[in-house]
């Protein structure tokens, strides 16, 4: 089949360069590997349902449309078009935690067209699941913070009378309460009990397919104790590359994605993680995140992403390139040694960082001033390129356009009032004045 994007001059060039990378979500991950590859002259085919998203005017991709994860028979068959028109030996990242699940569910139709840096479907659907995860980690000894796995509200009842406050509620998968609509969710990975009573309520509101779910202590702490691990293990679980980076500011507050991060060296925390993974088997991208707990100076296991993420295109700045170590793997090409990465370098996402400052300003843990200087202390971003700036132009274009509608809103809200308590329209002007502004 040919597709529209797939010219004869793309094709061409594929055939010259080596298998093409094919994006599954072309976000911000999305773009930084369309950034490592296309730079060392890889084609790159982002598949996206998003046509007027502000990644796809990258110069190192073409754009395919697909429909979203959720048409599960037509993201199908948009992979295996492209398949098709390329030809067998593609290297496929999902970068979305639906398009991985989508992939794991049919990996006896994309094996024989794809080569996926990801682990087997049996593994991964132990790992996409927060309880299957607690249970690979209680088995491999890997220090964890207490978990809880309550069945039912009966459970939940009687496990409340013994915890420790605050504590966590995380859903089973991470689309979970997304997919449900539950409200108090709404952009946050976690929930936070800060009582008995509030347990309970926050159990009570979720509604029953919400309701699977893991129950944790919170580690206390700064963010800066948050320390996350990226690798890419070959079929033999042998890591290619490690690096770790550190956390030092998130949103959301306290339990969020990291919004201004630094490079460090932790030989630790390459140890837990490459044991870990490797009693696994795993093969493929990966990120692990702990925390450093100061109660006992040990490393916990918070979390894991089985895919490619957000810090390896940190990663690849500091100088280990796990896209194309994942590419040259599993396309048979030479693999370049990663022995080793810059520390002490920062990156940022500038739009998310500002609502994780203005959260630290409100909260007195920071001020505008030492914001504003931290910013030029990052040499890698997000969205900001050099040798790519029409991302840059059109996400901002659209940012501050967004800003702008919502303070807009809120003066509309507040001029009511403002009316309300405003002078009679007879008095003169010379007098006249407005209060509560």
Same mark, same amino acid.
């Given at each position: 089949m040919k597709l529209p994007a797939l010219d004869d001059r793309f094709l061409e060039r594929a055939r010259r360069a080596g298998p093409p990378a094919v994006i599954l979500d072309m976000d911000f991950q999305g773009l930084a590997i369309a950034?490592?590859?296309?730079?060392?002259?890889?084609?790159?085919?982002a598949l996206d349902s998003h046509p007027g998203r502000w990644s796809l005017?990258?110069?190192?991709?073409?754009?395919? &449309?697909?429909?979203?994860?959720?048409?599960e028979p037509g993201s199908l068959?948009?992979?295996?078009?492209?398949?098709?028109?390329?030809?067998?030996?593609?290297?496929?990242?999902?970068?979305?935690?639906?398009?991985l699940g989508l992939v794991a569910r049919h990996r006896t139709e994309l094996d024989p067209w794809f080569r996926i840096p990801a682990p087997p479907a049996d593994l991964l659907a132990r790992i996409a699941d927060k309880r299957g995860l607690a249970q690979l980690c209680l088995e491999a000894g890997v220090p964890v913070p207490r978990t809880h796995i309550p069945r039912d509200r009966a459970e939940i009842e009687v496990l409340s009378r013994?915890?420790?406050? &605050?504590?966590?509620?995380?859903?089973?998968?991470?689309?979970?309460?997304?997919?449900?609509?539950?409200?108090?969710?709404?952009?946050?990975?976690?929930?936070?009990?800060?009582?008995?009573?509030?347990?309970?309520?926050?159990?009570?509101a979720l509604p029953e397919n919400a309701r699977a779910l893991?129950?944790?202590?919170?580690i206390p702490g700064e963010s800066s104790r948050l320390y996350y691990f990226v690798s890419y293990l070959d079929e033999r679980s042998r890591p290619l590359g490690a690096f770790v980076g550190r956390k030092l500011r998130i949103v959301p507050t306290n339990f969020g994605a990291g919004t201004f991060v630094e490079s460090v060296r932790a030989p630790e925390v390459v140890d837990?993680?490459?044991?870990?993974?490797?009693?696994?088997?795993?093969?493929?991208?990966?990120?692990?995140?702990?925390?450093?707990? &100061?109660?006992?100076?040990?490393?916990?296991?918070?979390?894991?992403?089985?895919?490619?993420?957000?810090?390896?295109?940190f990663a690849a700045h500091c100088g280990i390139d796990f896209a194309f170590l994942a590419w040259a793997d599993l396309t048979g090409n030479p693999v370049p040694r990663a022995d080793g990465y810059r520390v002490g370098q920062r990156w940022l996402n500038l739009s998310r960082?500002?609502?994780?400052?203005?959260?630290?300003?409100?909260?007195?843990?920071?001020?505008?001033?030492?914001?504003?200087?931290?910013?030029?202390?990052?040499?890698?971003?997000?969205?900001?390129?050099?040798?790519?700036?029409?991302p840059f132009v059109r996400y901002?274009?659209?940012?501050?356009?967004?800003?702008?509608?919502?303070?807009?809103?809120?003066?509309?809200?507040?001029?009511?009032?403002?009316?309300?308590?405003?002078p009679a329209r007879s008095e003169p002007a010379t007098t006249r004045r407005v209060t509560g502004g």
């Open positions: 950034r490592a590859l296309g730079r060392r002259g890889i084609p790159v085919i005017a990258s110069r190192y991709c073409t754009h395919v &449309p697909c429909p979203p994860f959720d048409d068959r948009a992979m295996l078009a492209v398949a098709e028109a390329v030809g067998p030996g593609s290297v496929l990242f999902p970068l979305h935690d639906g398009y013994s915890l420790d406050y &605050p504590c966590l509620l995380k859903p089973a998968s991470n689309r979970q309460w997304h997919d449900a609509g539950v409200p108090a969710a709404r952009g946050r990975k976690v929930l936070l009990a800060r009582s008995r009573e509030e347990l309970l309520g926050l159990y009570q893991i129950v944790q202590e919170v837990l993680s490459v044991a870990f993974l490797r009693r696994l088997g795993y093969r493929g991208n990966v990120g692990v995140e702990w925390k450093l707990d &100061p109660r006992d100076n040990q490393f916990k296991f918070i979390e894991m992403n089985a895919r490619y993420g957000l810090w390896d295109g960082d500002l609502g994780s400052a203005t959260a630290a300003i409100r909260a007195g843990e920071l001020t505008w001033g030492a914001w504003l200087a931290s910013l030029p202390t990052a040499r890698a971003h997000a969205v900001f390129a050099r040798d790519d700036l029409a901002y274009r659209s940012f501050l356009g967004q800003m702008g509608r919502q303070a807009a809103r809120k003066l509309a809200r507040r001029l009511p009032g403002l009316r309300a308590r405003g």
